[in-house]
């Protein structure tokens, strides 16, 4: 017999360095959940990705145990990570902040396929193009 859900959780948390701290702790431990045993699972999971915020969706069942999902890194993270950039600009259709190639959109709308609603990589690529454009990342 199937295991009844309780809830799910989302965060988004550092690769490598999730830990009992808020947001985790709090989060996970309002549904009885092992924080540490998630913790530590998370960061060997994650461990090659150190650093990349890692969306996580966290299913709780009846009984307190649970499975999570990693996700693919925000568009927008990927995107600073390829300019070079700490954050957006505040004034994105005055102020440019960076730019990134074309090769590298290419390269974040593969990442980002599997969540995002495209059918094709031209559609993703249009997608990734949109969201740097509303941070002041211009396309080369």
Not at 9 to 19: E, H, M, R, W
Not at 65 to 74: G, R
Not at 86 to 115: F, H, N, R, V, Y
Request: aromatic residues 4%; hydrophobic residues 35%.
């Amino acid at each position: 017999m199937a295991k009844k859900i309780k809830t799910k959780i989302k965060l988004q948390i550092s690769g490598g360095q999730a830990n009992p701290a808020p947001p985790v702790g709090p989060a996970l431990g309002q549904h009885g959940l092992n924080i540490a045993a998630f913790c530590k699972e998370f960061n060997d999971r994650t461990k090659d990705q150190m650093g990349d915020v890692i969306p996580v969706e966290i299913t709780v069942y009846e009984d307190r145990s649970y499975d999570f999902v990693l996700k693919t890194s925000p568009a927008s993270e990927l995107i600073k990570k390829a300019a070079g950039i700490k954050k957006g600009s505040g004034k994105p259709l005055t102020e440019k902040i960076g730019s990134i190639t074309d090769a590298q959109l290419t390269e974040i709308a593969e990442k980002k396929m599997s969540d995002l609603s495209a059918h094709n990589i031209e559609a993703a690529k249009k997608i990734i193009a949109g969201t740097a454009r509303q941070m002041g990342v211009e396309i080369k």
